[in-house]
């Protein structure tokens, strides 16, 4: 039998530094890693375990907005809601039923369902255990996906960035609650660049502000953006994006940009 040759690993210090550059991130730019054996996971450096119960939101924010290294298995999870989207809970009859949602995010049974068969979700019985940190720390190299926080503005930026070269049309949707599913369940299921209006939720519990989004992605897309917004910087098109004024002849401005074209 062929034996696998590890992934290479990425230089997520650089790509970290290069992100703040480019867009002057607020939120520590964070890695997720899916692990088959508790062991695994607990074998990551300066890893801390939760000691409470929590959201996955909670978990997440404890790496990007404390700097903190933490695993978890689906015991440490508040419920089978979390666990499912990352797949260690079964999705199954009674998950896909949503009977707690009816009456609360949604008026019946019918439409609680039709959420939950929406989600995006990792196949369970893969994995038995998750671990977040800061991306530069290099502590889960290479994670699965990464997790940007960013402004519309700063977001539409890294968006060109990936659309630089190879252009496709993203298209992404919004399930409402359990937005985690748009972004990091999207994400590890499909190996895809997801983004996502964080829940009610993700806010609430995981404390992210009014004026975030999350794009979910993996170490490979981001190398990309971040090659893609090196470019467009070099043709005057970066963040922050000045405002040109509303009443102004856009000539000039334009001209910048289109002149020589």
């Known amino acids: 039998m062929q034996q696998q040759t590890p992934p290479e690993p990425f230089d997520l210090a650089g790509m970290v530094a290069d992100l ?3 867009l002057r991130l607020k939120t520590t730019v964070i890695g997720m890693k899916m692990f088959a054996t508790v062991e695994e996971m607990a074998a990551i450096p300066k ?10 939101d909670q978990i997440v924010s404890m790496a990007s907005r404390l700097g903190w290294t933490v695993g978890i298995t689906a015991d440490d999870l508040v419920g089978a809601q979390c666990r499912a989207v990352i797949g260690l809970a079964p999705q199954d009859e009674k998950w896909l039923a949503g009977e707690a949602y009816v009456g609360v995010w949604h008026e019946n049974a019918q439409d ?9 979700v990792v196949p369970h019985g893969r994995y038995q255990a998750l671990a977040v940190s800061p991306l530069a720390s290099g502590r889960l190299n290479p994670p ?3 997790l940007v926080y960013a402004t519309p503005g700063q977001m539409i930026i890294l968006i060109n960035g990936l ?18 599913a748009d972004s990091w369940g999207r994400a590890l299921k499909t190996g ?19 004026e975030e989004m999350l794009m979910a992605l993996s170490p490979a ?8 917004m ?12 000045a405002p040109y004024g509303i009443q102004s002849d856009v000539r000039a401005g334009m001209g910048v940009s289109y002149a020589k074209k």
């Open 20 to 22: 703040n550059n480019l």
């Open 47 to 56: 890893i801390r375990r939760p000691t409470a119960t929590h959201t996955t």
């Open 112 to 120: 609680a369902r039709k959420r939950q068969e929406a989600l995006d």
């Open 144 to 146: 699965d996906i990464c």
């Open 163 to 180: 659309q630089y070269t190879g252009y496709k049309k993203f298209e992404w949707g919004v399930v409402g609650e359990t937005a985690c």
């Open 192 to 210: 895809e660049p997801s983004l996502s209006l964080p829940c009610f939720a993700e806010r609430r519990y995981g404390g992210v502000p009014d």
């Open 221 to 228: 897309h981001l190398a990309k953006a971040i090659t893609g």
């Open 230 to 241: 090196k470019a467009l910087a070099k043709n005057g098109l970066r963040y922050p994006i």
